[in-house]
Structure formats: C-alpha cells, structure tokens
C-alpha cells in the first residue's frame, strides 16, 4: 500500500490564528483527504513553533513565563482545526521532549559529520526574521528585505552550518526534478537565487547571554539553537526520528507553505537533510497571500480575519469550498464577504443545492424515493457518463498537482451539465407521456452522476459530501472510505444500489439574502466606525485656543522619523521615565527618554513604531542623556504615542 504525508508549517504561538494559516492547514487536509480518498495511508502534520526571541519578547508582555505563554496559544491553534473541519493526525509543539531529543540528534549527526564550525561573524540582522542577513541579501536600501527596516550590525561567535558545500548539488536536484518545488514560479525563484551566489553559510545558535529560550547545543551548552534549524526539524521529530517507526513508514513528505518561507523550506531544509543523509521530501508546494483589501492581513491595518468566526457565520464546508475555489495555487487572492456569498450563492445554492433538491424531489415523485434501475442508455446518457469520467480524471490530476481550483471548476462544468440535462430530458414530461423506463433511466444517470459529484467533494467539504452521499442511499464517511477506489469509480458509471432509499428533500446550501442596505453597511463598516469613533472624541476633546499662526520652515527644520523600540525600561532615577533604545535605521540604535512611564508598561512598547523629532540637542535628563523626543498626544491626564502603519525605519514624517 502507498503512504502520503503532508505537512504545514509550524505556526508562531506569538500570533492568533488567522485566514493565512487556516488556508495552509485546510490545504493539507484537503490533500490528506484526497490521498485517503485513493486508498493511500496518509499522515498529516501541524503543530507549533514555540522558540526564539519573539515569544520571549510576546510573553513577558504578557506578564508570563514562555511556557505558559506558549502553552496557552498553542492550544488556541490546536482548537481552532476541528472547527475548519481539518483532522490532523498528529499536532507537534517544539517544546515537545520529542522534538528536542530529534533536534539534538539532528545536530549532534550534522556536526559530527563535519558540517557544523565554530566561527566569528558580523552579520546583519533582522529582528523580525530572527536572523541575520548577508549583504547581498539586504534591498537597494540595505532593509530587511521581509520588513523593510534596517537591520543591525552584530558580531559575535556563532555556530555556522556549511550550507553553502550542498548548493551547487540542490541546483542541480531542482533543474533535474521539476515538480520538487512548484508552482513553477519558485522553482524559477529559488534557482535564481541559488544562482545569484547570495546565500553562504547558516548562522545556527544564538549564546544563551542573547537567548535561552531555545533547544541547547549537545555539543556546547553556552548555546541554543537557531530557531529556524530548530523549527523544521518538526517535521521528522513528529516521526519520531531517528528511532520512531513512523519514519521509516511515511517519510520523505509533501511540504505545504506560503512564498514567504519559501527559502527556509526551498534552501535551508534540503541542505540539512542531505548533511544528515536523509532523503528528500517530495514536493515543496507554495502558495500566494491572501489579501484583504488589497494588502497582507496585519494587525496594524485591521484587516485581519478571524476563519473560526467566518465558519460559525456562513458554515465551515462552504467556506473550504471558498478558498480552494477563489485562490490559484501559487497566486495571491483577495477575500472579502461579498465574494464569499456571491459563491455560495451561485455554485452552492444554485448550482450544486439545486441539482440536488430538484433530483431528489422528482425521485420522491416519480419512483417513491427509490433509486430506480437504468434501461437502454441514448446518447445524451452516455455524454453524461463520459463527461464524468473526464472530470474525474482532470479532478484526480489537478488534485494532485495542487490545482484545486482548476479542479473545482471542471467538476462545476459537470454539475452545471447535470442541470441542463435535467432541463433538456424534462422528467415531468416523461412522466406525463407515462415513459417509465425512460424516467428511470434519466433519474438514474443523475443519480449515479451525483454520487461522483460528492465522492469528489469530500476531500473539500467533507460534511457536506457525507450528507449528499447519505441522501443518495449511501453509508456514512467511514464505511464510505473502506470501498470506495477512486481510480475505479473514475473508469465505472455505476455505484448506486437499485432500490436502496433516497432521502425525500434536499437543502443543502439554502441561498444568502443580503439586503442591499446591509451590504453597503459591511463594506462602509470600518469608515463608518471611524467615524463614531471620531465623533465621540469630538466631544471629549475640549477647545482649545489655536496656537499662532506658524512659518512652514519652522516646521520642515524639525527632523522627525520613525523608528521601531527596541528595548524599553525605567529610568533609574525617575519613576515617570522611561529609557528607551529605538532603531531609526542608522545603524546604531539611539536611546531616548521619555515621560510616559504612567501610561506604558516598558514591554508594551518593544516592537511598536513610535515618531521622534531627532535634531534637538542631545539632554541629559537625571544622569542620563536623550537623544531625541518621542512624539505622543493627549494632555497631563493621559499621554499616548503617535505611532504610524508599519513603515521602514528612518522614514521621515512630513
Ligand atoms: N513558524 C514559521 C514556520 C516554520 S515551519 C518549519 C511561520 N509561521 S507563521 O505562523 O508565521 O506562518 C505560517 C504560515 O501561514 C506560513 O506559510 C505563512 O506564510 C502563512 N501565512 C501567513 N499570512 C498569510 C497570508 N496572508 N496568506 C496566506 N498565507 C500566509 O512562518
């Protein structure tokens, strides 16, 4: 028997679930599904990603040791999956004892075989990414290329992993397998970067002076490891490498990631397997963003959806059937919730809910809700037949080929077909003529035509799927499972029991009324809650008299910018006061104070842009000195930063 594995990326317990992460993890299950469906033993794996900086950084802001703190967002992911109807075999954390046992191993195996050295180095590094980037790595500006803002300069002795001795042997593994990392495009991205002689060696601890929360080196304890070497060692610790029998049972797998942890998956992870002598996984599948008006979800833009309530509101199936429907593998797409009803309404109600709600209500009239048995086939039955069999054999190979919408929309073009067969044999005339062998026939074919429509739904929407098969007379998911071949059902128009009980009605994705009123509402729901968020602070702000009128070049001979905390603290000798280290892209940090100490815990200001004018004279406040003033608004009651919508550090504020 075949096995599958699929995997998604471990998620960042420093975040909340979100559309992003719930399309890669419905993604594999859809995959799962779909392998199961070919009679494959399959294993599917998510879980966590608990170390490194950020979380320290998240959970002291929490007032919470890392462990709690991972502990309590991890099972917030873990919650969230039965609710997308996802059903994972395995859930990994990298704090699992597992995990670090494999970790160690794997590192203990790669220096041993001499690719790991001890060594000096500057590098640029990026507090975002949690790494350091090489020169040729940075953008034209010299920014981190993912958050556009300007690294720092570290030096320090480090283990380094002698990535760059298996580049050349990569290169060569991608030209000679296409279909490694696909769609097309990253496989054209990743070459040209592992042409573009960039990449070197990688940066794999970090001292315990500069972090702890992190697996140890077996082979020196003053370090822990890289959180990224760390991270995607998951996906063989969840096998229980390099002992667990599961490994040797599914692995190599098929990885399933967004474009941007393309280079960690596409560059990182096939260097280390090979320097553990592992083989390869199979298949690197990556996919666009979704965006949400127009841009990357983000805290900061307010466009962040939260899946789990999109499910309780418009139903978990025809939301998976959304996603896989609306992205391109590959390509980036939009969602908004009149997209979501538009499809629901018109391939879910109309369509799909339609077809079988008028089938079954003729199946109850004409032949006691009996599945009738077929007679002579014509023509037209046998275009229907075909017109399965090819669809079941473009479904299969898209599916396979991470074209999930392609595969939806050829499955449509047959039930759209069923439909207009429905119009063009016009049962109720057949049964007005009294042509009852006719009549069964027809019925039959759209009942045997059906039943592939939902075996090939289910991987999509698998409640769904159940439900129609159950209305056709079939067993449930489970027993489904045990007889059902796909290749077969693909070859063969037949499957239905003559005789065995069809449900009488059906309803299964009743349409979405939006008032039009309403729409308008939603799509104005963010301007208009700015704007009574405006007119209730209209009210509060008292008048006060204007200032003077002013020089404009009293203005523009203020240097103000933006820059991101870094570190945050109290002053030593002054309780009002915080001191504060802030990059502006200068390449050394600067440290300003200021007297917001009432109304900010330091730690809710590290990682926040804040805007300082930078051109005043440097003041020594109480010993020690500031190099700047950070802008804030309010009055001697409360005092608030201004902050902006995450732009690069130095940029000027006009
Ligand atoms: N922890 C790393 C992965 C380590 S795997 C060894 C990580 N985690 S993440 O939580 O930030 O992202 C998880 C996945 O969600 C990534 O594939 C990421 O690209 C994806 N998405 C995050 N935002 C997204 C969208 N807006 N759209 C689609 N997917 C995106 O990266």
Redesign the pocket.
Known sequence: MKNFFVTT????VN?SP????A??TIVADVLARYHRLLGEETFFLTGT?EHGDKIVQAAAGNNQSPQAFVDEVSARFRNLWPVLGVAHDRFVRTTDLQHVRTVQAFLQRVYDRGDIYFGEFGGHYCYGCERFYTEKELNDDGLCPQHLTKPEFICEKNYFFRMSKYLPWLAEHIEKNPSFIRPERYRNEVLAMLESGALEDLCISRPKSRLSWGIELPFDADYVCYV?FD??I?YISALGWPDGEDFGRFWPGEHL?????LK?HAVFWPAMLKSAGLPLFTHLDV?????VRDA??SKSLGNVIDPGEICRRFGTDAFRYFLLREMHFGADAGFSEDALVVRINADLANDLGNLFSRVLSMAAKYCDSRVPSPHVLEDDDRSVAELCATVMHNFAQTFAAVQFSQGLESLWELVRALNKYVDAQAPWALHKKGDTERLSTVLHVLLTAMRKVALCLWPVMPATAQTMLEQLGQSAEEGFLRFVDFSVEAETFSGLEPGASLAVTSNLFPRIEVKKEERKKNSAGNKERGKEAKAVDDAKVPAVPAKAQADFDHFSALDVRVGTVLTAGKHPQADRILRLEIDFGEGTPRQILSGIAAWYAPEDLVGRQVCAVLNFAPRKIRGLVSEGMVLTAGDDTCQKILTVDSVPNGSSVN
């Open positions: 990326p471990i998620y960042y975040a979100h559309l992003g992460h399309y890669t990603d990224w991270a995607l998951n990631v967004a474009k941007d942890i960690p996919h666009g963003y979704w965006l990357k979800m």
